[in-house]
C-alpha cells in the first residue's frame, strides 16, 4: 500500500514563531488532507489540497503532486495551534485515507 | 453544515458485553467509514461504505461487526472485545462521486475494554 512519511515527528515552537511540517507519500493519490488533532481526539480538516496552494488565515498548504509531497506552513503560532498534524493520502482506486504517523507541535508561551 | 455526530462519547464495557457504536451525518455523503485509533498512533481504517454496501473491511475480526442501515447511519456492533481493543473510534463520511472527496470526521468514541 502507499507509504506516508511526515516530519520532524515533534516540534517545539516558542509563540509567535513559524513552522514547516513536511508531508511525503510513495504513490499518485486523488486525495490529500492536512488535519489537526487536538488533545479530546476530534480531527479538524485544515485543508483539502490534492494538488496546488491554499491559504487559509495563517495557515498554508503547498501539494506538488508530481514529487509527491507536501507542506503545512504556520505562521505566528499560538498556543492553541498546539497537538497532532496528519497528513493523509488516499491512494487511486481505494477511497480510504492512509495516514502518515502525525507531528507533535508543541507552542509554548 | 459539515457535522458528523458520533454516541456515545464514552464507552467502557467488559469483555462479555454487547455494544453498539453509533454514527450519524446529514451531508448527504454516501460514503462512511470506521477508522480505529490506539494512543500516540495515526487512526487506521477498518471499514468503508459506498452507497450503504460494504466496500473495504480490512481483515477486521468478527467481534467488530458494521452496519449501515441507510445512507445517514452507521454503526459498529462490539461483542467479546479484548482490551487490547480499547481505543477511539472514529467515523467518517465523503462524497463518493464529484469533484472533492473530502473526508470529515465526528468526535470520536473513546472505548474502554474491561
Known amino acids: 500500500g502507499i507509504q506516508v512519511e511526515q516530519s520532524p515527528p515533534d516540534l517545539i515552537l516558542q509563540e509567535g514563531a513559524n513552522s514547516t511540517l513536511r508531508c511525503n507519500f510513495s504513490d499518485s493519490v486523488n486525495n490529500l488532507q492536512w488535519f489537526h488533532q487536538n488533545p479530546w481526539g476530534q480531527l479538524i480538516n485544515l485543508f483539502y489540497i490534492p494538488s496546488g496552494t491554499k491559504q487559509n488565515g495563517r495557515l498554508s498548504a503547498t501539494t506538488v503532486a508530481t514529487e509527491r509531497y507536501s507542506l503545512l506552513y504556520i505562521s505566528s503560532s499560538q498556543t492553541t495551534d498546539s497537538g497532532v498534524y496528519f497528513c493523509?493520502?488516499?491512494?487511486?482506486?481505494?477511497?480510504?485515507?492512509?495516514f502518515g504517523s502525525g507531528t507533535r507541535l508543541q507552542v509554548q508561551p | 453544515d459539515t457535522e458528523v455526530t458520533q454516541t456515545p462519547k464514552h464507552l467502557v464495557m467488559g469483555m462479555t458485553n454487547k455494544k453498539s457504536l453509533k454514527c450519524e451525518q446529514h451531508m448527504g455523503h454516501r460514503a462512511m467509514y470506521w477508522y480505529k485509533q490506539k494512543a500516540k498512533k495515526p487512526p487506521e481504517l477498518m471499514f468503508v461504505?459506498?452507497?450503504?454496501?460494504?466496500?473495504i473491511n480490512e481483515s477486521v475480526p468478527s467481534r467488530f461487526s458494521p452496519e449501515c442501515p441507510n445512507s445517514s447511519l452507521l454503526n459498529l456492533h462490539l461483542h467479546a472485545l479484548q482490551p487490547e481493543d480499547s481505543a477511539l473510534y472514529l467515523c467518517?463520511?465523503?462524497?463518493?462521486?464529484?469533484?472533492?472527496?473530502?473526508?470529515?470526521f465526528g468526535p470520536g468514541t473513546r472505548l474502554t475494554v474491561t
Open positions: 461504505y459506498s452507497y450503504e454496501k460494504l466496500s
Open positions: 467518517a463520511s465523503s462524497q463518493v462521486r464529484g469533484h472533492s472527496y473530502e473526508q470529515y
Open positions: 493523509a493520502v488516499e491512494d487511486t482506486g481505494r477511497r480510504a485515507l492512509t
